[in-house]
């Protein structure tokens, strides 16, 4: 029997998708970027998570292992991963399991796994180049990974984290419309594939860089109801997670980002600078959209990574902390 899914159902799964997930378009005939590996992390389990990588002239002094949002791939790092390199710090950028060229593409991983994976990835890059720092940066989804790894018991050693508009919006941030719209179509449609497309959201401001991800073959374009809910899930952790991360964290958040709501990425930023654990820089771009260093400005957002991972402690150059103790000290309590 054919199950009909009530029109109001679709439009509510469309609006949670246009909040979770990045949004891709059709471009005008446009061509096919080619895929570019540069070598393959093997888990455990047997799973191969390729990955691409950027290292400057002679033996870095740092190391950052980047994680990417959901339904993007390892190709989400190709703009500010050179840039990083020039500024002599290295950049490994693993495709996470079910996205991109891994097993199970398309499919939720699971929050324990993808924790898992990022953890053992982060322990080979460790044991592959001793002596130099490393640093665990995430975007979007991978952000939410990387919360929760730190504030897990199994955290990895690490020199710090750089949290890039990490998904933060779990379910004591939605409202009960949300709520109910995603436990009704998880219990009733998981495998039904949304686009997200036509909801109006703009990811970031650099068209150029919207057209690279949506034709990008790496890139998801079609999101299961289960891994909406699977995400929904993760920031939960995520944002349970920030009050306890205990190695330096650099959260990045821009003005335009209509992803994760202000009052979200706000109570992720009162629990990790409240939590005194570690030392916590906020960093807030007025002008910036949710995929911050894709943007426009996002040379200048990937100049103050670069100068926060060489000294932790230093103002960052585009007075961006700044901003943020303003930013955060307008934002209502939740």
């Given at each position: 029997?054919?199950?009909?899914?009530?029109?109001?159902?679709?439009?509510?799964?469309?609006?949670?998708?246009?909040?979770?997930?990045?949004?891709?378009?059709?471009?005008?005939?446009?061509?096919?970027?080619?895929?570019?590996?540069?070598?393959?992390?093997?888990?455990?389990?047997?799973?191969?998570?390729?990955?691409?990588?950027?290292?400057?002239?002679?033996?870095?002094?740092?190391?950052?292992?980047?994680?990417?949002?959901?339904?993007?791939?390892?190709?989400?790092?190709?703009?500010?991963?050179?840039?990083?390199?020039a500024?002599?710090?290295a950049?490994?950028?693993?495709?996470?399991?079910?996205?991109?060229?891994?097993?199970g593409?398309?499919?939720w991983p699971?929050?324990?796994?993808?924790?898992?994976?990022?953890?053992?990835?982060?322990?080979?890059v460790?044991?592959?180049?001793?002596?130099?720092?490393?640093?665990?940066?995430?975007?979007?989804?991978?952000?939410?990974?990387?919360?929760?790894?730190?504030?897990?018991?199994?955290?990895?050693?690490?020199?710090?984290?750089?949290?890039?508009?990490?998904?933060?919006?779990?379910?004591?941030?939605?409202?009960?419309?949300?709520?109910?719209?995603?436990?009704?179509?998880?219990?009733?449609?998981?495998?039904?594939?949304?686009?997200?497309?036509?909801?109006?959201?703009?990811?970031?401001?650099?068209?150029?860089?919207?057209?690279?991800?949506?034709?990008?073959?790496?890139?998801?374009?079609?999101?299961?109801?289960?891994?909406?809910?699977?995400?929904?899930?993760?920031?939960?952790?995520?944002?349970?997670?920030?009050?306890?991360?205990?190695?330096?964290?650099?959260?990045?958040?821009?003005?335009?980002?209509?992803?994760?709501?202000?009052?979200?990425?706000?109570?992720?930023?009162?629990?990790?600078?409240?939590?005194?654990?570690?030392?916590?820089?906020?960093?807030?771009?007025?002008?910036?959209?949710?995929?911050?260093?894709?943007?426009?400005?996002?040379?200048?957002?990937?100049?103050?990574?670069?100068?926060?991972?060489?000294?932790?402690?230093?103002?960052?150059?585009?007075?961006?902390?700044?901003?943020?103790?303003?930013?955060?000290?307008?934002?209502?309590?939740?």
């Amino acid at each position: 029997m054919r199950r009909t899914i009530p029109p109001a159902l679709i439009l509510g799964l469309a609006v949670m998708l246009a909040a979770c997930a990045t949004p891709h378009r059709q471009a005008a005939m446009p061509p096919v970027p080619p895929v570019v590996t540069d070598g393959v992390f093997t888990m455990a389990d047997g799973a191969h998570l390729p990955f691409r990588e950027w290292w400057p002239l002679g033996k870095p002094a740092i190391v950052v292992l980047a994680l990417h949002g959901i339904d993007d791939s390892r190709d989400a790092w190709e703009v500010p991963g050179p840039l990083l390199a020039a500024q002599g710090i290295a950049v490994i950028a693993p495709d996470e399991r079910g996205f991109g060229a891994t097993p199970g593409r398309g499919y939720w991983p699971g929050t324990a796994q993808m924790l898992s994976d990022a953890r053992a990835m982060a322990l080979t890059v460790r044991q592959q180049n001793p002596g130099a720092k490393l640093y665990l940066m995430g975007e979007s989804m991978g952000g939410a990974v990387l919360l929760a790894l730190a504030a897990s018991p199994d955290a990895p050693q690490v020199d710090g984290y750089v949290f890039s508009s990490p998904a933060v919006w779990g379910r004591r941030q939605m409202n009960i419309l949300y709520r109910s719209v995603l436990w009704l179509a998880d219990s009733t449609v998981p495998n039904m594939r949304l686009t997200g497309g036509g909801t109006g959201v703009v990811p970031t401001d650099n068209e150029t860089a919207w057209d690279r991800l949506s034709r990008d073959p790496l890139t998801v374009t079609d999101t299961r109801v289960a891994t909406v809910k699977g995400l929904v899930d993760l920031m939960d952790q995520a944002l349970a997670g920030a009050g306890h991360i205990s190695a330096p964290a650099l959260f990045l958040y821009g003005g335009h980002d209509e992803l994760v709501p202000k009052p979200a990425m706000a109570a992720a930023w009162r629990a990790a600078a409240a939590s005194g654990d570690a030392a916590v820089t906020l960093a807030f771009y007025p002008k910036g959209y949710h995929l911050l260093q894709r943007d426009h400005e996002g040379p200048t957002v990937t100049a103050d990574i670069a100068h926060w991972l060489r000294d932790p402690a230093a103002p960052l150059p585009s007075g961006a902390d700044a901003r943020a103790r303003d930013w955060i000290a307008g934002q209502p309590a939740s």
